[in-house]
Structures are given as structure tokens and as C-alpha cells.
T-cell receptor
Framework: DAGVIQSPRHEVTEMGQEVTLRCKPI?????LFWYRQTMMRGLELLIY????????DSGMPEDRFSAKMPNASFSTLKIQPSEPRDSAVYFC???????????????FGNGTRLTVT | RKEVEQDPGPFNVPEGATVAFNCTYS??????FFWYRQDCRKEPKLLMS???SGNEDGRFTAQLNRASQYISLLIRDSKLSDSATYLC?????????FGTGTRLLVSP
């Protein structure tokens, strides 16, 4: 059974460039989450979708970040323009429900390691 | 104050030792609690849920203290393969909040 699939695994880009991260959730999961992980701040929730609808985007740092989920099997996180402080590992996760007791746990993808120079 | 706080460690222990981690949370309305494990350069994975009465899964025991707003994880008979970062996770109203993790290093 395929897990959450993210692409690319690594992305190196120059400041000012647009970056698009992609995610395919596990089939049948109705919630999708984008997290960012850094040494200093740990795992931060950026945005999550339930049934393809954005529910909470309060973690999105600023207008340079945007996320879409056009259908149940695909989501993108876009950074435009990118800055060096955006360098981090970006994880996509999916679950049935919100990952609480009674829901399925969060299943994370392998992550995209983003470096902005 | 952070919503979920953990001692970053690292905790260095020899094989066979017992080690415990604590985690505190600030939102008294938090509904459910978990421990996730993250290996170096890998994604987090659910280790175990934490139930109000405490629960055990093999060598791992999780406890919840709602009055003091902390959860704990006890690992008995540590194995080399237990070396990882352990993330405390708290579910608030509608989302999971992750702690920054406690790093465990088990040595031969």
C-alpha cells in the first residue's frame, strides 16, 4: 500500500525563485496537512485541508506561501518568492480524520528538503 | 509559552537502561495525546497513543497527568534501535501540535 508521496525529495533554489512542493495523500484519507520542520522550531503546522477544503491556514508564514488541494489525491505548497529563511524540511501528512484518538494517525511523507541560497 | 514543551536532550543511555521523558502542554482543554518517533532524516511515525489511565506497549509505557498537564514516556530495557527523537503530540481543538522532540541515544 503506497504511503504519502512527496516530490521532489530535495530542492535547491536561489532566493527569489518560485518553489512548488507536491503531495499525494494516502487514498481514502480525507485530511491533508503541510508541516515545516527546522532545528530551532521543530514541526510547525502550516495548513491543513479536510475533504479538500482549507480549514486552518493560520500557520502559513506570510503571503509568499500558498497551498491548494484541487482534488482528493493531490496538493501543492508554493513559495513565491523564496527566501533563505524558508530553508527547512517540508512534510506532507494525511489521515482519516484529524489524527486524534479514534481517527487514523498521521501518515507522513518522506519530506522535501528545501535549501534556498 | 510554547503549547508543547520538551527537554531536547540528548539523553545518552547504555543498552538495557530505563529512560523516561516528560512533556508539558499549556492548553488544559487538550483532548488527546500521542508519542511519535522520528529517526534521523526520516519522517515522524506514531509510536503510541496516551490514554488517561496510562498504557503500555511492550517496553514502552505512557502516562498522562491532566492535573499537572504533562505526559511521560518510559522506555525499559533500551535497545540500540531505540535511538531516535521522540515527539510529544497534543491534540487541541482541531489540530495536532508537536513538541520539538527529545533526542535519545542508546550506546552499546
Amino acid at each position: 500500500d503506497a504511503g504519502v508521496i512527496q516530490s521532489p525529495r530535495h530542492e535547491v533554489t536561489e532566493m527569489g525563485q518560485e518553489v512548488t512542493l507536491r503531495c499525494k495523500p494516502i487514498s481514502g484519507h480525507n485530511s491533508l496537512f503541510w508541516y515545516r520542520q527546522t532545528m530551532m522550531r521543530g514541526l510547525e503546522l502550516l495548513i491543513y485541508f479536510n475533504n479538500n477544503v482549507p480549514i486552518d491556514d493560520s500557520g502559513m508564514p506570510e503571503d509568499r506561501f500558498s497551498a491548494k488541494m484541487p482534488n482528493a489525491s493531490f496538493s501543492t505548497l508554493k513559495i513565491q518568492p523564496s527566501e533563505p529563511r524558508d530553508s527547512a524540511v517540508y512534510f506532507c501528512a494525511s489521515s482519516h480524520g484529524l489524527g486524534g484518538l479514534g481517527d487514523s494517525p498521521l501518515h507522513f511523507g518522506n519530506g522535501t528538503r528545501l535549501t534556498v541560497t | 509559552r510554547k503549547e508543547v514543551e520538551q527537554d531536547p536532550g540528548p539523553f545518552n543511555v547504555p543498552e538495557g537502561a530505563t529512560v523516561a521523558f516528560n512533556c508539558t502542554y499549556s492548553n488544559s482543554a487538550s483532548q488527546s495525546f500521542f508519542w511519535y518517533r522520528q529517526d534521523c532524516r526520516k519522517e515522524p511515525k506514531l509510536l503510541m497513543s496516551v490514554y488517561s489511565s496510562g498504557n503500555e506497549d511492550g517496553r514502552f509505557t505512557a502516562q498522562l497527568n491532566r492535573a499537572s498537564q504533562y505526559i511521560s514516556l518510559l522506555i525499559r530495557d533500551s535497545k540500540l534501535s531505540d535511538s531516535a527523537t521522540y515527539l510529544c503530540v497534543v491534540k487541541g481543538f482541531q489540530k495536532l501540535v508537536f513538541g520539538t522532540g527529545t533526542r535519545l541515544l542508546v550506546s552499546p
